[in-house]
Nanobody
Framework: QVQLVESGGGLVQAGGSLRLSCAASGSGVTMDTMGWYRQVPGKQREMVASITSGGTTNYADSVKGRFAVSGDNAKNTVYLQMNNLKPEDTAVYYC?????????????WGQGTQVTVSS
């Protein structure tokens, strides 16, 4: 199993920046993709950004040019740098890890961290 610990959420004014971190712990696993999702009450969880172990990134259209995802394979850690934040970015942000144990594929989620952007 993989456990994820997130940090870095908080309250920021519109136009400000925040950096989220997510550290994965676990042995005997091969990490494939780590990413960030967000969810607001009453809406489905949506993908924000992801990065593969090979460094390929993917972003939601709504955050392109403002957010940047990066990873440290040695530390099994993924970061989300969020710039020019907007009130509509307010949500609970969840880290997700997709990994393999031998040939079996699994996914784990973090506990979530609140990001609030005030106007």
């Amino acid at each position: 199993q993989v456990q994820l610990v997130e940090s870095g959420g908080g309250l920021v004014q519109a136009g400000g920046s925040l950096r989220l971190s997510c550290a994965a712990s676990g042995s005997g696993v091969t990490m494939d993709t780590m990413g960030w999702y967000r969810q607001v009450p009453g809406k489905q969880r949506e993908m924000v950004a992801s990065i593969t172990s090979g460094g390929t990134t993917n972003y939601a259209d709504s955050v392109k040019g403002r957010f940047a995802v990066s990873g440290d394979n040695a530390k099994n850690t993924v970061y989300l740098q969020m710039n020019n934040l907007k009130p509509e970015d307010t949500a609970v942000y969840y880290c997700k890890a997709e990994f393999r144990v031998v040939t079996w594929k699994y996914a784990s989620w973090g506990q979530g961290t609140q990001v609030t952007v005030s106007s």
